[in-house]
């Protein structure tokens, strides 16, 4: 193909591949290669590409991926106008991990490249802040695995940022150097109770952001202010029941063999008494769960969280506010259930240098590849996609296929 021919939004690789300029395989050839050039078999180009087209059909480990690139490169040659038919052995893929590809590189390509495919992300999308174990990178003689927290695109089901939790660190530390990259204005960042910190609510409400978090015993003054609030049965000394403006919505759904009951209250009481910045209302969430076998209730679980939130009630009824919760959910059903279960990133050993920090990039742009090519089951997706090797070149090239 001449270049001529080509689209102005394409590009053609010395081999020969198509490829949109933006795509991920643009990215790909942006990327530094720190290996001389004598005996260098692969180009790192192709080494990545390999890699993500076996994560795509269902292979994970280096020798199942060595494997997989061995038992189709005929098809690969074909498919990437390769010169010949030699395919990486498993150390060579290890080594990508290890000391070939730069940490700092690959995460600056995943916040570039999800954040300019989501350019109109709506306002008041739901960013979820939530941190993750790597445990397929814990090496014997550590103390502890390593962590990563994550800012998660609820709606678009993509991370926007990882960023490494510090040795003798926690979560609190890394999670304003994620949002800074971030853009904040008019989105909602949603939290575990590890998050709901005094300055980390402040930077988000000066970005023209939202907050809504969990409060725990972390914050023991407010957490008791929470408490008496939503309990006018045992009234100050004194004071008899005070008035209230409590606001309430009550759900019911069932599924999974379970009938869930969730009722949620909202205040804005506390509004000028809590010390905390932006404050909008307050919560109490009381959910009961009953467990049926054979249309009998076996089990039942109760449980009472409280919370606040920046968000005022003319833009967040209780039905809301309850919305916004339970989307935040959908960090570990949608990111760390698939990336430990589909992906099987804990069952993974890549325990040198930045290898597990790495793969578990990896992993969340291959979530954001089966996103953009509509499948909601990345299992199914990969199973497809190991049928369908030219469908699988076109997501990370951006061309699709004319097959």
């Known amino acids: 193909m001449e270049y001529s021919t080509l689209a ?37 180009v192709m080494l990545v590409v390999v890699i993500f087209l076996a994560k795509l059909s269902g292979r994970d480990k280096p020798v199942e991926i060595a494997d997989w690139a061995k038992h189709r490169a005929t098809a690969l040659v074909e498919a990437l106008h390769l010169t010949r038919a030699w395919m990486p052995h498993h150390n060579t893929i290890r080594r990508v991990f290890q000391a070939i590809l730069s ?84 989105k909602i960042v949603t939290g575990d109770a590890i ?15 939202h907050y809504l978090w969990p409060l725990k015993e972390n914050h023991p003054r407010v957490y008791q202010d929470l408490v008496r609030l939503f309990a006018p049965e045992r009234p100050l000394p004194g004071c008899g029941h005070l008035a209230n403006d409590f606001r309430e919505v009550r759900t019911v759904n069932g599924g999974h063999g379970r009938i869930e009951i969730r009722r949620l209250q909202t205040s804005e009481l506390l509004n000028d008494y809590l010390d905390w910045p932006g404050l909008g209302q307050v919560y109490r969430l009381e959910r009961h769960f009953s467990w049926l076998r054979q249309g009998q209730v076996y089990k039942t679980s109760h449980d009472v969280e409280f919370g606040l939130t920046s968000l005022p009630r003319p833009q967040a009824s209780p039905a809301r506010v309850l919305a916004i919760r339970r989307l935040h959910w959908s960090i570990e059903t949608g990111l760390h259930y698939r990336r430990d279960v589909t992906f099987h990133e804990d069952a993974t050993r890549m325990t040198v240098g930045p290898a597990g920090r790495i793969l ?27 049928g369908h090797l030219l469908e699988a070149l076109g997501l990370l090239t951006g061309v699709p296929s004319a097959s």
């Open 360 to 386: 578990s990039v990896v992993h969340d742009l291959a979530l954001g590849l089966m996103k953009t090519a509509g499948f909601t089951n990345a299992a199914q997706g990969r199973r497809w996609f190991d």
């Open 8 to 44: 102005p939004e394409l590009e053609v690789s010395e081999g020969g591949l198509v490829y949109a300029l933006g795509s991920l395989y643009d990215r790909f050839c942006q990327l530094h290669d720190p290996r001389k050039a004598k005996g260098k078999r692969y180009s790192l």
């Open 103 to 186: 940490e700092a590189e690959f995460e600056r390509l995943l916040h570039d490249y999800h954040q300019s495919a989501t350019p109109d992300t709506p306002a008041e999308a739901v960013l979820a802040l939530d941190g993750k174990a790597l445990r397929g990178g814990r090496r014997g003689d550590q103390e502890a695995c390593e962590y990563v927290v994550s800012v998660y695109d609820c709606q678009a089901q993509r991370v926007l940022v990882q960023e490494v939790v510090e040795a003798k660190a926690n979560e609190i530390g890394a999670a304003p150097k994620a949002l800074a990259q971030v853009n904040l204005a008019g």
């Open 195 to 209: 998050h709901a910190q005094r300055a980390v609510s402040g930077y988000i409400v000066a970005h023209g952001g």
